[in-house]
Nanobody, 126 residues
């Protein structure tokens, strides 16, 4: 298993920016894909973005395209989510997750329970 710790959440006004980080330990970081998910109050956890082990392949959900950028620094064992033009509907707890393939890290039910971080809260005020 891998240990994941998110950071960087907070309160921001609509139109603002935040950068989330996910620090990983426990396995060779570059050998697994990573993903970001979010869960708003009363809603199911949803996929946001994913990145391959090398960082060469990225994928994001339509609602964040052009606003959020996923990246990773394998030398620092860290993944990032740069969020800009934030909207109130982006308010959620953001989780990072790890998986063996991109298919795994784009589908919450395929991710092992131990391969999730505990989340960081992002609140976007209008």
């Amino acid at each position: 298993q891998v240990q994941l710790v998110e950071s960087g959440g907070g309160l921001v006004q609509a139109g603002g920016s935040l950068r989330l980080s996910c620090a990983a330990s426990g396995r060779t970081f570059s050998t697994y894909a990573m993903g970001w998910f979010r869960q708003a109050p009363g809603k199911e956890r949803e996929f946001v973005a994913a990145i391959s082990g090398s960082g060469g392949i990225t994928y994001s959900t339509a609602s964040v395209k052009g606003r959020f950028t996923i990246s990773r620094d394998n030398a620092k064992n860290t993944m990032y989510l740069q969020m800009s033009s934030l909207k109130p509907e982006d308010t959620a707890v953001y989780y990072c997750a790890a998986g063996d393939t991109m298919r795994v890290v784009t589908t919450p039910k395929l991710i092992r329970s131990g391969d999730w971080g505990k989340g960081t809260l992002v609140t976007v005020s209008s």
